[in-house]
Structures are given as structure tokens and as C-alpha cells.
């Protein structure tokens, strides 16, 4: 079940990890619009569209592996206060009644929306351009299934939790710079805390 | 039991979903859902099919198949797919991840520790002029980057301990920068009104263009506070001796300024100003401040390609929880207003017949009450909407209360016992630091969002003046 989980976790991140470099093309694409805009006078047609498309696409192939890394927020004032056993009876319930619902809604009914889009190859009515837009509405549905998955693997977490009285951790991840700080620092390297803050650590 | 009443029940079964602690933006989407199918049943849709397969004597499986298209045949079905695809295609929410993006990479521009020197060296003959110093680099850093922990972290490493050795006192260097650092969320350009923009359709330039004045008052109170505190009590900001200040002539502070003070301010500047002139629409300034961003960590010589990856990843994830809120938070609204509950709540809220300054007081208490608890993203996106049917009644401009909420929310961060910035703060200060001490330090700074909250209301033109003289009314 471990390494089920674990799996799950590495298919869900590679998605997340793989769709976060959008932001990138998103940065340069929106770049060259205004430059082009500014300093060749020609404007591109296809900006606007590239720009919510990138967005989009970007953060509903996130979901899952946000979910898988904890990230998604929660009012978590009286639940980390708990003892981990507790945490997991409490989020299987809510897992269940509360979580698959609205994921199943979302590949059900984005696949009637995307399927519709598909059978004509809609594009985009913003510009003349004709971005194609049909691609972008299946992502409803993929979002949907990574989340579906990955609410199982949640789900076997807890029941794992339920066993060992442990949380599983999840793989190796990146974590915020903060976060980064107060472990070095609870560590006991205030020094090493410090260092990364001056930058020092790996230049 | 009425329709309003369940729309009631719905927020109640929520809030309590809350407290037990589950993800927020499933929770919403499955409320939504499960309410929305009850709203909007329709046993014509439902069962038409069914019923004709029954009579026509079909074989089982169709008669399941007919049943379970009818099962799925409500409009709660349509309505989440629009709405969340209303989400992904929304014009404003597109600059978060490339404001996110910018912060992060400058939050790794190893750009603070420079900054902190330079500020020190310039303002040395300021009284405090440590804390003078390390309140313009938050303020500067934070406003660059957004992110209120990454801010206090590292000024907590890099300027608190340099207090400390000036001997300082440790609650008034801990307030400096727990109030500096949570500025990020204020001045624009900032992702929560980028937020609030999306939630209430308030226009994000003119909200930018109100904030910045409402926002600079408040990093002024700040200062001249530190100053005035630092010439007041010189005990707790001891004056240098030369020999601390060191000799360092004014070429060479000239050199510091322009590599360090100058292309932050530039950048923020850039991305700011092409905003708010209407050179450029928020993502496109937003994606020029990322790219911005990256030639400043290139220049620092901090853009290696594990400082990227991190930057890229930890967009991802901050996007996602930000966007998956609204995709949760649209879903369970809709239905919610569609069962009565909003027009019942503000039937409530009108029968009560008190006067505006009542209503705003009221809001606003409520909204530094759930900060406590809940982060701003969720009071932002959840709980101010459920605020803005209500700003018609009372005349009060949605523009108008959201500063005022970007303003409370500061006190999200300082209020103990829940104040994060303290606890960030703690979670890299010495052993020594206590954390009452640290909460004490940001009590004064409370006071002065209260009170700049207050000049606000009474000389609305703070906000209201950037906005009309750059777009009119």
C-alpha cells in the first residue's frame, strides 16, 4: 500500500512538476507581446488567449500534486493539534464524503463540456487568430482524474496512519523558503539558517 | 425546511468542515455540488428517460443506462463546469502565477543582505537607524516579492541578529520586521488585490492606483514611529560608535546604492508604473517583473538551476491553492445565492437598520476576527464576498472596502495568539528571543494600522485620490 501511495504521489507530481514550466513559456510569451507591441508596433494576435490558456492548463494540472504535498489550505487550527490517529479517522470520513463528490462531478460533467467542444474543434472567439481552445477544456477532465487518483493515495494514507499511528511522508519536495529557515534553524543550525539566507549555501 | 434555510445550513455545515480541518477547496466543491443537485433537481429531467424505458420494456442495462443519464442530467453539472472553467479563462487571476513566480525568484536573488547594508550605511546618522533601515528593506523586499514569511525569515536572520549585537531593544527589532515584512500583502503590487479584484469585480488598476497611497501611509507611520521612538528612547536603538559605522566614503555608498537599492526600485517601479499609466495590463507587467526578476538573480549571480526549479514548483503549488479556492469558492456560491441565502442574509443585515459606520465597523471586526484563525486567501475569497452584496445598501464603494480589508488583514499577521509573522520570526531568532517579547514588539504596530484604518475612513480621498486623477471617476 506504501509504495501504491507512492506511486500515485510520483505520477500526480510528475504532472504538477511537468505543467509548472508553463510559467515560463508564459513569462517569455507575454514578454515578446509587449515588446513587440512597444518597440515593432505589431502587436500578436494570439497573446491574450496564450496567456489564460498557460493560467489555466498551469494550475488545474496542479491540483492533485498540490494536494499530494499537503499544500491545499486548510483551517488547521484545531487539527494540528491532534494526535495523528485522530487526523486520519476524521480525513477518511471527510475524504469520503467530501472530496471524491465534487471530483467525480468534475470528470463527469468536464467530459459532456470537453466532448462538446471537440466535436466541432472549438477555438477561441477572443481574436481572429482561431486559437484552438478544445485541448484546454479537456483539461477539466484530466485534472479531474489526476485529483480522483490522488484522493485514493489519500485515502490509503490515512488508512496506512490509521495502522502505524505515523503519517507516510510524502517524496522529497520543494518547500518555502521560510519553511527552509525555521527547519535549519529548529535544527539547531542557526549558522546553516543563515547562510542560505545570505545566499552562501550553494554559490 | 425553506430553500434560504438550507442555503443557511450549507454555510453551517461548511464553517464547521472547517474547523475539523479539511482541504477548503474540496470541501466547497462538494457542498456545492450536493446542495446544487438538491437546488436544482428536476424529476422531469430526471426520471423522463427512465420512465419512457420502463413503459418501452427495455432490457436492464439500458433501463440503468437511462437511469444513471438522468441521474447526471441536472444543471448543478453545468453550472460547476462554467464556473470552473470561468476560473481558468478569468483575465485577472492570470498574473498570479507570474507575480508568484517574480517573488519567488526574488526571494532568492540573494538581494536582501546587500540591500540591508547599503539601507544601514546610508541612513547611519538617522536615529535607529538600524531599524530605519532594516523597515525599508522589508518594506521594499516585501513589496517586491509578496510573501509575507520569506520576508520576515530572512530579515530575521540577516538584520535581527545585527540589532541584537547593536544592542537593540529585542521587542522593538522584532516589531520592525514582523510590521515590515507583512507590508508585501499590501502595497501593490500585491497578489491579494489582485485577488480581491477577481472576487469582487472591483477594477484591479484602480484598486492598485487606491492602495498605493492607503499603503505608503502606513509604512510612513511606521517610520516615523521608529524614529521617533529611537530619539524618545535611545536606550533600546543605541546611537553606533564611529567605530561600528566603519569609514566608508561616499563613492563607495554611491557604488552600494546603484547595485543594490537602485535595480529593486527600478523593477518594482517598472512593473508599478506600466500598471497603473495603463501601459500595460497587470499579467503583461506582471510577466515582465518575472523575466525582470530573472536578470536580477542573474546579475546577483543567484539564478542556478536549483533556485529555479524551486521558484517553478513553488509557483505551481501556490497557484494551484489560490485557484482551486476559486474554483471551490464559485461553485458554492452560486448555489448558495441561488437557494436565497445571500438575499436573506442581507435582508438580515438591512432589518438590522444601522448606520453605515456601524456596517463597516462590524465587517471589519469580523474580518480581524477571522483572521485569526484563516489565512488571507481564504478571507479574501471565501468570506469578504459574502460582505459585498451588502456595500450597495450601506453606499459604501466595494474599491473603498477593499483597502480597508487590505489594511485589517496586516493585523492578521501581528494579532496574538495566532500572529504568523511572530511566529516566523520565532522560528529563526536565537534561543534567548522570547516570544511574548516578540508579540509586544508588534502591539504598536496594531495601533497604527488601527489608527491608519481610521484616517482612512475619515479622509476617504487617501484612497480615492490616485484613481480619479489617473482614470477619473
Known amino acids: 500500500m506504501t509504495k501504491f501511495v507512492l506511486f500515485i504521489d510520483s505520477v500526480t507530481g510528475w504532472f504538477g512538476k511537468a505543467f509548472a514550466w508553463l510559467i515560463l513559456l508564459m513569462a517569455f510569451g507575454m514578454g515578446y507581446e509587449v515588446m513587440m507591441r512597444y518597440f515593432f508596433n505589431a502587436p500578436t494576435s494570439w497573446a491574450f488567449d496564450m496567456s489564460y490558456i498557460l493560467y489555466g492548463t498551469l494550475f488545474m494540472m496542479g491540483g492533485a500534486y498540490t494536494l499530494s504535498r499537503n499544500a491545499h489550505v486548510r483551517g488547521d487550527f484545531l487539527y494540528r493539534l491532534w494526535r495523528p490517529r485522530t487526523q486520519a479517522t476524521v480525513e477518511l470520513v471527510?475524504?469520503?464524503?467530501?472530496?471524491?463528490?465534487?471530483?467525480?462531478?468534475?470528470?463527469?460533467?468536464?467530459?459532456?463540456?470537453?466532448?462538446r467542444s471537440w466535436r466541432y474543434l472549438e477555438v477561441s472567439v477572443n481574436s481572429p487568430a482561431g486559437i484552438p481552445v478544445f485541448q484546454f477544456k479537456t483539461m477539466l477532465v484530466v485534472a479531474g482524474m489526476l485529483l480522483f487518483i490522488?484522493?485514493?493515495?489519500?485515502?490509503c494514507r490515512c488508512i496506512i496512519c490509521l495502522r502505524t499511528g505515523e503519517w507516510l511522508q510524502h517524496e522529497e519536495d520543494v518547500e518555502e523558503l521560510e519553511q527552509v529557515l525555521i527547519k535549519q534553524a529548529a535544527a539547531g543550525h542557526l549558522d546553516d539558517a543563515e547562510r542560505i539566507a545570505r545566499g552562501r549555501d550553494d554559490a | 425546511m425553506t430553500d434560504p434555510q438550507i442555503a443557511i445550513m450549507m454555510l453551517g455545515i461548511f464553517i464547521l468542515i472547517i474547523f475539523l480541518g479539511f482541504p477548503i477547496a474540496f470541501t466547497l466543491m462538494a457542498l456545492g455540488i450536493g446542495f446544487g443537485y438538491y437546488a436544482y433537481y428536476d424529476p422531469d429531467r430526471m426520471w423522463r428517460a427512465y420512465n419512457r424505458a420502463v413503459e418501452n420494456d427495455a432490457d436492464t442495462w439500458t433501463q440503468w443506462e437511462t437511469w444513471l443519464d438522468g441521474f447526471i442530467n441536472n444543471r448543478i453539472f453545468d453550472l460547476f463546469v462554467n464556473q470552473t472553467y470561468s476560473v481558468m479563462a478569468n483575465e485577472i487571476l492570470t498574473a498570479v502565477p507570474l507575480f508568484l513566480f517574480m517573488g519567488y525568484i526574488v526571494e532568492r536573488a540573494n538581494i536582501v543582505d546587500r540591500l540591508f547594508e547599503t539601507l544601514y550605511i546610508a541612513a547611519r546618522r538617522v536615529p535607529g537607524a538600524m531599524a530605519?533601515?532594516?523597515?525599508?528593506?522589508?518594506?521594499?523586499?516585501?513589496t517586491a516579492t509578496g510573501i509575507v514569511g520569506a520576508v520576515v525569515t530572512l530579515m530575521g536572520l540577516l538584520a535581527f541578529p545585527a540589532m541584537l549585537k547593536a544592542r537593540y531593544g529585542i521587542s522593538f527589532a522584532a516589531g520592525v520586521i514582523c510590521a515590515g515584512g507583512t507590508l508585501g500583502i499590501l502595497i501593490p503590487p500585491s497578489i491579494m488585490l489582485i485577488v480581491y479584484a477577481a472576487a469582487s469585480g472591483v477594477s484591479i488598476v484602480r484598486l492598485y492606483a487606491g492602495a498605493l497611497l492607503p499603503g505608503l501611509l502606513l509604512a510612513g507611520l511606521y517610520l516615523v514611529y521608529v524614529i521617533g521612538r529611537a530619539i524618545a528612547q535611545p536606550s533600546i536603538a543605541p546611537k553606533p560608535t564611529d567605530e561600528e559605522v566603519g569609514d566608508i566614503g561616499t563613492g563607495r555608498l554611491i557604488v552600494m546604492v546603484i547595485t543594490s537599492f537602485v535595480p529593486l526600485a527600478v523593477l518594482i517601479f517598472a512593473v508599478l508604473g506600466s500598471i497603473l499609466f495603463g501601459l500595460a495590463t497587470p499579467t503583461e507587467a506582471a510577466s515582465a517583473g518575472a523575466l525582470g526578476g530573472l536578470g536580477l538573480a542573474a546579475a546577483y549571480g543567484a539564478l542556478t538551476w536549483q533556485r529555479l526549479r524551486e521558484s517553478v514548483y513553488l509557483?505551481?503549488?501556490?497557484?494551484a491553492m489560490v485557484c482551486w479556492l476559486f474554483v471551490g469558492s464559485w461553485v458554492f456560491s452560486s448555489v448558495f445565492s441561488y437557494l436565497g441565502g445571500e438575499?436573506?442574509?442581507?435582508?438580515?443585515?438591512?432589518?438590522?437598520?444601522?448606520?453605515?459606520?456601524t456596517f463597516l465597523i462590524m465587517a471589519q471586526l469580523i474580518i480581524f476576527l477571522l483572521g485569526w484563525p484563516l489565512e488571507w486567501s481564504e478571507i479574501i475569497i471565501i468570506f469578504v464576498p459574502i460582505f459585498l452584496p451588502l456595500l450597495p445598501h450601506f453606499g459604501v464603494d466595494p474599491l473603498f472596502f477593499g483597502i480597508l480589508v487590505a489594511l485589517n488583514l496586516q493585523t492578521s499577521f501581528l494579532t496574538p495568539p495566532m500572529a504568523m509573522s511572530a511566529y516566523y520570526l520565532k522560528g529563526i531568532a536565537p534561543p534567548h528571543v522570547q516570544l511574548t517579547q516578540i508579540f509586544s514588539g508588534c502591539m504598536p504596530y496594531l495601533a497604527m494600522v488601527l489608527l491608519s484604518m481610521a484616517t482612512v475612513y475619515v479622509f476617504p480621498q487617501i484612497v480615492f485620490y490616485l484613481p480619479e486623477l489617473i482614470y477619473g471617476r
Open chain 1, 150 to 155: 490522488q484522493g485514493i493515495a489519500q485515502i
Open chain 1, 94 to 115: 471527510l475524504y469520503i464524503f467530501f472530496f471524491f463528490p465534487g471530483v467525480i462531478a468534475l470528470v463527469v460533467a468536464g467530459w459532456k463540456y470537453a466532448a
Open chain 2, 132 to 142: 530605519v533601515a532594516a523597515l525599508i528593506t522589508c518594506t521594499m523586499f516585501a
Open chain 2, 315 to 319: 509557483t505551481m503549488k501556490t497557484t
Open chain 2, 343 to 357: 438575499h436573506l442574509i442581507s435582508e438580515f443585515v438591512t432589518g438590522l437598520d444601522i448606520s453605515p459606520i
